[in-house]
């Protein structure tokens, strides 16, 4: 394999991860902080997609200026589900909390195919056309590498999102009181944190966050009412792999994932490229079930009780 | 729970199977055999599951794979060498086993959320397999069975045949699950599923244990998977190895009432009729309406039941009684 | 006053029900089982409609021999679900004729119960081979089997291709490419088998998930291939994807799709000036040709009207031009010369018919292979031709006999 085609790969690879990280970002801060495997996080993925698009179809909005919008009601569509459907489980048994997010996510896969139909849909953007070519760089023995516009625009707002939060959660208040109730739950009640409004915001958060993707992938990806199965797989990848709770977790898992999957796609053949991520998976949980960030010994930590 | 009682439902139990198995006799029409036969598999199936998930505790959501192996296992055995499915699905329960235990040394240190994840990837790794190893599976074309009905092919011609065969795969689970509960392996599970750390204290082999639980748990769902072989005659990978069949199979067991044999069999007459219905009565009116009723149909119970409903039910009765 | 008006309103109401029965019991019912829901409901719904504008069709000009026809549907998104409605529409609705199922693996599934039930199926568009391979005598399949559709797009290859690359047919370099569906990989091994048999030289086969995100890494490791033409069966999704990403990574080589992706007018919309050129085998989009009968191309232009009217203008998708043509045969020829449902008298008629390419619908003759053949119930004349995207259109443009326009 020569160098261009190499640095071609791994291009390629780490725009693709943007992507997933991004998606994921989301979910990892959900299950980090909840202990909860929002199952439905891709069918949220996929309502902020179809918001944006109908945004772009009825209204001319641009996708990109739309995600102001879309993850404000993404926001408010996780304070709703959240009271709805997740605080009545947090005492539950695991599986509880698994299948209730399962059985919603047949509900608004469904509901989605009865109201907006099973059809394909896109948004084209002619600016995204354009190609954005590095090189030749004789110098160094590089042909033209390309990188798509679109997934560049996901990559960088992956990026900056995440450092954002990074600091966020570091330097902030309400950061701090997201880790605390994250690291040890009773401690955090014990000190007076609202652990209610805590989960509450997390959710709707992890919501918005993935309203933002929803938003930056539809000029990428199209979207139809089961394409949130297709990515939230990936996306429970990626969370374990960066550590549950870890958004620079998140965010450099999606990039190894993206890098692995474009490889695997090359080397091995695209039929099985899935596969080789989920033996990975399997083989992250055995050999370092905290993953890449994660703190070391909460996978094995047990049901959390009621809040009441 | 005292004697009488104890007896009370044995004979209701008795019963009921007695009516279970005497009914189809006077059923003439093929669609509600039909029913029957797919309350009977899934009854299996889900009982199979419920084995690990619930008595053990491990929710696993990688079953297809092992339903997979059953129907791939006998049906190409069948195909290519002449093995009667008879002997076929032991081949296949055999398989399916081992690789179960395989998936239980590696996954079983993993709890809860983080075993479903495992056993998901598992899963799926198994599908892409039956996706794309084509001179084995030929992929997502499938493999049709021939249209030869013989008691040494388990092929009939009729659909009375089928429901006694898939009775008899009932009762088997059905028999396998009341064993387990009433023996030492079954209080060792209980007692792990309870409180890990008290059973190992208390020298219970956990580990040794489960993988029993597995190997039984994946032999029977393989035996299914023959099963589903033999009546549909064709297989394919969105038939026999798609994700919705894992979670299906344990939310049949988890809405009925893990932990007793109970749940599962609940979980599927009650189920498979209502999914039967939506579908033929909504399918086609306003497509994906009997998706979003059995989807509020899950949510609501796992909400408002969450023991699901045998448990449910047990323990209103036993707050009646006090 | 008020009391007699609103017993004649109910003696009216009850009046227009009984009649809405006693015409429902004087009118043809014929079933049929698709996936509306699940991962093939955008196809699913498009056969559908399809067949509904046929039933349409077909009852305005007064039914079938002057019944109406009405349909039973079923939904069905996996393969037990199939077999289980084929069941329940056999036993309870007593139906004695199907028209489906858009899915090859859904078909395997329904067409056992209704070959056991002995009634009449036709499979209006899955391609797989083993549907009409098992010797079944009631099945019947009316579009072009996966097999012909890869003759085709070979063929193609090897004549009109070959020689612009100055080549002989043996020294051109061929990859294929097919989503792992049943849909791709029936295509994708007739594609095989079929360059195999005119010994082509093929560089590379590689197959993929057609819900992937990314085919990057399939663009780059084809063109390391460096083949001359590319043969893909894929669906439109995906090729929209594969198309965009081998563009923008500089693979451009001329490309043989399907109607299933690169034909479907979608395509066209996502990737306007770069899909020109491009070429799909199937079902041909381009109707008005002058070599199809006059009634053909009014049937066929009164269906895309009807289409249209029904859809925002949009052009028919090509699920919806199968869906049409397998109710079409079953309405205008078979059930006519079968003087109605039996589904014997169905099979006879159905074998009995010899129509000439061009006089049957869209641009198919009907002609069933007879029991004993390899490929039993296959409409031998369902051509699939090869068409090209010419300044927006797609025209017909391989084999000579029937095409409109000249390849680019």
Partial sequence: MDLTLFVQLLISGLLLGGVYALSSIGLTLIFGVMKIVNFAHGEFLMIAMYLSFWLHHLLQVDPYLSIVVVAIALFGLGLFTFRIAVRPTLGAPHLNQIFVMVGLSIVIENAALLWWSADFRTVSLDYLRAQIVLGPWPGLGLEEIIVNPGRLIAFLVGLSISVAFYFFLKLSYSGKVIRATSQDRSAALLMGIDIDKVYKLTFAGGLMLVGVAGALMIPMFTVHPFVGFEFVLVMFVVVVFGGMGSVVGAVMAGLFIGVIEVFSDFLIGPDSKQAVYFLLFIAVLVLKPSGLFGIKGEEEVERIEAIE | MKPSNSRRLAFGLIAALIALGAAPLFIRNDFYLDGFILVFLWASFSGAWNILGGYAGMVSLGHNAFFAIGAYTSTLLFLRLGVTPWLGMFAGGLLAAAVGVILGIVCFRLRSHYFALATLAFGQVVHILTMNWRGLTQGAEGIALPIEPSLAHMIFASKLAYVYLGFGLFLVVLATAIAIERSRLGYFLTAFRENEDAARALGVKTGQVRLIAMAISAFLSAIAGTFYAQYVVYIDPSGVSRLQLSVQVALFAIVGGLGTFNGPVIGACIFVPITIALRSYLGTTAPGLHMIIYGLILVLTMLYMPKGLYGTIRARMKARSQ | ?408
């Fill in chain 3, 1 to 408: 006053m008020k009391a007699t008006g609103a017993v004649l309103t109910v003696l009216m109401v009850v009046g227009i029900a009984l009649g809405q029965i006693a015409a429902a019991d004087e009118a043809w019912r014929i079933g049929t089982i698709l996936p509306l829901t699940g991962p093939q409901a955008k196809n699913g719904t498009k056969n559908f409609d399809g067949i509904k504008i046929a039933t349409d069709m077909i009852n305005e000009a007064g039914g079938v021999l002057g019944k109406k026809v009405v349909l039973i549907s079923a939904d069905a998104s996996e393969p037990q679900a199939a077999a289980s409605e084929a069941n329940r529409l056999i036993t309870n609705e007593k139906i004695t004729a199907i028209i489906g199922t858009q899915s090859s693996s859904l078909s395997m599934a329904a067409t056992v119960v209704a070959e056991q039930n002995k009634v009449f199926y036709i499979e209006n568009e899955g391609v797989s081979g083993q549907i009409t391979g098992r010797g079944f005598k009631y099945t019947f399949r009316t579009t072009f089997s996966g097999d012909m559709m890869a003759a085709q797009m070979v063929d193609y290859a090897a004549q009109v291709l070959a020689p612009k690359f100055k080549k002989t047919a043996k020294e051109l370099k061929l990859a294929i490419i097919h989503e792992d569906g049943g849909f791709g990989t029936s295509t994708g091994t007739a594609l095989q088998k079929h360059a195999k048999t005119l010994e082509m030289n093929v560089v590379a086969v590689e197959t993929y998930s057609a819900k992937t995100a990314d085919l990057s890494g399939l663009v780059l490791k084809l063109k390391q291939a460096k083949p001359d033409v590319l043969l893909a069966a894929q669906y439109i999704n995906d090729a929209i994807l594969f198309h965009r990403q081998a563009a923008e990574l500089r693979f451009i080589v001329p490309v043989i799709g399907t109607t299933a992706g690169q034909g479907n007018p979608d395509f066209y919309n996502a990737l306007t000036k770069d899909a020109e050129g491009i070429l799909a085998g199937g079902i041909p989009a381009e109707i008005s040709i002058e070599r199809l009968g006059a009634e053909q191309k009014a049937d066929a232009g009164d269906f895309v009207k009807r289409y249209q009217a029904s859809h925002n203008g949009e052009y028919p998708n090509p699920t919806s031009f199968v869906g049409f043509a397998g109710a079409w045969i079953l309405y205008k020829y078979i059930m006519p010369k079968a003087g109605g449902l039996d589904p014997e008298k169905l099979r006879e008629a159905a074998l009995s018919l010899n129509i000439p390419p061009g006089k049957g619908v869209l641009n198919w003759g009907i002609k069933f292979s007879p029991p004993g053949a390899p490929d039993a119930g296959q409409n031998v004349t369902a051509s699939a031709g090869i068409s090209q995207w010419q300044s927006g259109k797609l025209k017909l443009v391989f084999p000579k006999e029937i095409a409109t326009a000249e390849a680019k």
